[in-house]
């Protein structure tokens, strides 16, 4: 019943600026597939472009063989839960939920209704208002309302953005159970990389109007392609290196004057200046030449600055030989004992762990963007 | 400090709030006794005995419910074209962006800026420049009302228009509601209030009209200028029952309204 939705070379043009650049993306029928970005970087133009309440400047946008823009967004097979929710307050919630059915005249609509309320666990609010629902109620009555039209796409446009942080939780799986449960297709915009992480099978990184990278939460987290997406998808270490040769598989780095290796598999380029890559959790402290480091990477020399204890975790800074200081998770499991700050420390990884990215890109880009 | 003294400094508002009430209402029930008054003589302000006369026969003096069914009549004619206009007024200047716009606001509120006596009268110039001096009367009134009560409308349909989320009637149409179901399902229930407000403004605003009124009227003779005419000979007290009549109307509107109001936020708790 579903199909692909398919953009090729959307591009959309505001007044003095663009918006969305020469997008191209494929979304595979069936799957929860994330458009993740900070604000203003075209996710949600490119959302309301497959809704058809922005038409693109050039591009087409197809589902399945169907040619879908330029279509009115009531010819569409596509529904939206809007920011916000965009309930209508003068009707009540069975109405509400009704609205799409109504419209295209289903008949025998009344137990269709009430099944899907009863899907969202409000089966006996129908005779109220949205404005006596809570956040997460209405929130599911919008969910209620586009789904019970049975769409091939689903579209979500931040729809948790404006639930606590407990309820959001609890949304992000009941989410990813009703996908599950009913097959639809749901292209979901967020700016909050956890949430696109946690449900979302597949996920598009946008960054100013173009997709940064394109992959599964685990192959975006383990590889980013560039510093963007390793900075916006959780957090990273860069450190300025150069490539100085090659060892079978591996390459061979120069970091301020130290040798470290990093799987051939793993670079976006092989000479020159990079940027070496490594997450904070994968960074390993060892007091001062405690450990030789079997086969793995190693910085000495490294000082810590500053520790904040978090439970399950500490996190520390160590500041490098050259200055630059690194973030380091360790885990509280209690196997290994805590440093203070002014301890002199190792730092080691494995360097399967870490990545290279061309060092011609702001290693800060996407830093500043994270809530 | 005297009780008496503590018991007015811990109501002060209070009765601050009675006393201001009184201003308001003082003149109504003036007009409400005098409606049951039988006087002694014609030009008699003064209660001089009982009677439920005036309320059985209305109609008595001479073109009064004449007066009174022109000024309804204007008033209902009026306010059904001030409304439509002005609330088609409203929706283009709200949603769409076009040149001068911010002109076309200025020009919208000028209207309600200016005295009266100078649109009546240069109203009144310009029926009288366009050939119209010799046919002045219920045509031209009508015209001079619509042209005041637009800006009131234009400007209240305006404000419940421009609070209302344009992400409600997108979502209509992701809903499949074309353009016409969007504007008779969503956009029009929700704006509805804002154009009711606007007619029973526009229809008091007409009924209630005299400076404009007078100067464009010619022979035709409305309830207020009725009122200003009788006042220099005698004062028929059925005036004063017209008056009320007119008063508890409007309140049956406003208590029915706020009935309504109550018994929905009931149902729905």
Redesign the interface.
């Known amino acids: 019943m579903t199909s692909d939705l398919v953009l090729t070379g959307i591009s959309k043009q505001f007044a003095g600026h663009r918006a969305v650049d020469n997008l191209d993306l494929t979304v595979p029928a069936g799957t929860f597939f994330a458009l993740l970005g900070p604000s203003g970087c075209g996710k949600t133009t490119t959302l309301r472009m497959i809704?058809?309440?922005e038409e693109p400047t050039t591009g087409s946008i197809r589902l399945g063989d169907d040619e879908i823009s330029g279509l009115?967004?009531?010819k569409r097979p596509?529904?939206?839960v809007?920011q916000?929710y965009?309930?209508?307050?003068?009707l009540d919630i069975f109405e509400n939920v009704a609205?799409?059915l109504k419209?295209?005249k289903v008949k025998d609509y009344q137990p269709k209704v009430e099944e899907m309320l009863g899907l969202v666990e409000l089966k006996d609010y129908g005779?109220?208002?949205p404005a006596?629902l809570s956040g997460g109620q209405q929130q599911r009555v919008a969910l209620a309302?586009?789904l019970i039209?049975r769409p091939q796409v689903l579209l979500l446009d931040e729809p948790l953005g404006a639930l606590d942080l407990k309820l959001r939780r609890q949304m992000q799986l009941e989410l990813k159970r009703i996908q599950t449960e009913v097959g639809i297709t749901f292209v979901h915009v967020t700016h909050d990389q956890e949430e696109a992480m946690t449900m979302a099978d597949t996920i598009a990184v946008m960054n100013r109007g173009l997709i940064e990278q394109l992959g599964s939460p685990a192959e975006l987290y383990d590889l980013p392609a560039t510093t963007f997406v390793a900075n916006f998808l959780g957090q990273s270490n860069l450190i300025r290196a150069k490539i100085i040769g090659q060892s079978g598989e591996d390459l061979v780095v120069d970091v301020h004057g130290r040798k470290v290796i990093v799987p051939l598999a793993r670079c976006r380029v092989t000479e020159g200046e990079v940027w070496l890559g490594i997450r904070p959790e994968k960074v390993f402290l060892a007091p001062a030449d405690s450990e030789d480091g079997d086969g793995s990477n190693q910085l000495r020399g490294a000082v810590v600055t500053d520790v904040s204890y978090v439970g399950v975790s500490t996190q520390y800074l160590a500041r490098l030989p050259w200055g630059q200081e690194l973030t380091v998770f360790e885990q509280n499991t209690g196997a290994r004992e805590a440093f203070s700050a002014g301890d002199a420390v190792d730092l080691h990884w494995r360097p399967a762990h870490s990545f290279l990215l061309d060092a011609a890109q702001d290693a800060l880009a996407g830093v500043e963007d994270v809530d | 400090m005297t009780r008496f003294g503590r018991f007015i400094a811990r109501n002060f508002v209070l009765v601050l709030g009675f006393v201001v009430l009184l201003y308001l209402f003082a003149p109504i029930v003036v007009v409400m006794l005098m409606s049951f008054n039988a006087p002694k003589s014609r030009l008699s302000y003064t209660f001089d005995g009982f009677t439920v006369d005036n309320w059985l026969h209305p109609c008595r003096p001479f073109g009064l419910c004449d007066a009174v069914s022109t000024s309804l009549r204007i008033g209902l004619l009026a306010t059904v074209v001030a409304t439509a206009l002005g609330t088609l007024m409203a929706f283009a200047m709200v949603r769409h962006r076009f040149r001068g716009r911010s002109a076309t606001n200025l020009f919208i509120f000028l209207p309600m800026a200016s005295p009266e006596i100078v649109l009546g009268s240069s109203l009144l110039a310009l029926f009288v420049s366009s050939g119209f001096g010799g046919r002045l009367g219920f045509w031209t009134i009508l015209i001079a009302h619509v042209m005041f009560c637009l800006s009131f409308v234009v400007v209240t349909v305006k404000a419940r228009l421009a609070g209302m989320?344009s992400?409600?009637e997108?979502?209509?149409?992701?809903?499949?509601?074309?353009e016409w179901?969007t504007f008779w399902?969503?956009t029009f229930?929700?704006v509805f209030p804002g154009i009711l407000a606007a007619a029973l403004l526009s229809f008091s605003l007409s009924f209630d009209d005299f400076i404009i009124t007078n100067l464009n009227a010619g022979t035709t003779v409305t309830f207020p200028m009725y009122v200003w005419g009788s006042a220099q000979r005698d004062i028929p007290p059925q005036i004063n029952v017209i008056g009320t009549a007119m008063f508890l109307l409007a309140l049956i509107f406003v208590l029915a309204g706020e009935l309504g109001r109550r018994r929905r936020e009931r149902t729905?708790?």
Not at chain 1, 86 to 90: G, I
Not at chain 2, 170 to 178: T, V
């Open positions: 809704a058809g309440l009115r967004p009531y596509v529904n939206t809007f916000n965009a309930l209508f307050p003068h609205f799409g419209r295209r005779k109220r208002r006596q309302r586009a039209n | 989320d992400r409600l997108q979502a209509a149409m992701d809903l499949y509601a074309n179901q399902r969503v229930p929700l729905r708790s």
